[in-house]
């Protein structure tokens, strides 16, 4: 089953770093935010990675959780995490179960030669485990602001 905009996020379940579970059910009454990206320890996943710890206090006291979600294994991430400091959890989806439900699986060219890979995108859940905003395919710089501006946009609502 997909998300789609202004309904429930179907059901799922995760692990992730610091030994936690991260469900459809695991965050009801926080708002969410899930950013996919494609590999630990690559440019853009690094610089996407820091920009959301750095703002990763004006989430929290927006009143949301980040998670990070690749394809990467749990030893992958926990180094990653390490290495940049990352004070929120990385979710491990190695069977891309939560890549296919968000639909972030697509083909891509690298170097020449098809590949499926993931594509960098962003999905804001309410606390009402409803998803309220997706941003697909996106560019690092100023995402992570925009993110921020619409969790903020979402308390305000509220």
């Given at each position: 089953?997909?998300?789609?905009?202004?309904?429930?996020?179907?059901?799922?379940?995760?692990?992730?770093?610091?030994?936690?579970?991260v469900s459809n059910q695991s965050h009801l009454g926080q708002t969410v935010v899930l950013y996919f990206y494609p590999k630990d320890n690559t440019p853009g996943c690094t610089t996407e990675a820091m920009q959301f710890r750095d703002k990763y206090k004006d989430f929290v006291k927006a009143g949301a959780q980040v998670f990070g979600v690749s394809r990467d294994n749990m030893?992958?991430?926990?180094?990653?995490?390490?290495k940049l400091e990352l004070p929120f959890e990385l979710v491990a989806d190695t069977?891309?179960?939560?890549?296919?439900?968000f639909g972030v699986v697509k083909n891509k060219i690298?170097?020449?030669?098809?590949?499926k890979g993931i594509e960098r995108s962003t999905f804001l859940i309410g606390p009402d485990g409803v998803l309220k905003?997706?941003?697909?395919?996106?560019?690092?710089?100023g995402h992570v602001e925009e993110v921020l501006k619409a969790v903020k946009a979402l308390k305000k609502a509220a």
């Amino acid at each position: 089953m997909a998300v789609v905009v202004n309904k429930p996020i179907p059901e799922f379940e995760a692990q992730a770093t610091g030994g936690i579970k991260v469900s459809n059910q695991s965050h009801l009454g926080q708002t969410v935010v899930l950013y996919f990206y494609p590999k630990d320890n690559t440019p853009g996943c690094t610089t996407e990675a820091m920009q959301f710890r750095d703002k990763y206090k004006d989430f929290v006291k927006a009143g949301a959780q980040v998670f990070g979600v690749s394809r990467d294994n749990m030893k992958s991430h926990d180094d990653f995490k390490a290495k940049l400091e990352l004070p929120f959890e990385l979710v491990a989806d190695t069977e891309e179960k939560m890549c296919h439900m968000f639909g972030v699986v697509k083909n891509k060219i690298m170097y020449g030669k098809k590949v499926k890979g993931i594509e960098r995108s962003t999905f804001l859940i309410g606390p009402d485990g409803v998803l309220k905003h997706e941003w697909r395919g996106l560019k690092v710089p100023g995402h992570v602001e925009e993110v921020l501006k619409a969790v903020k946009a979402l308390k305000k609502a509220a």
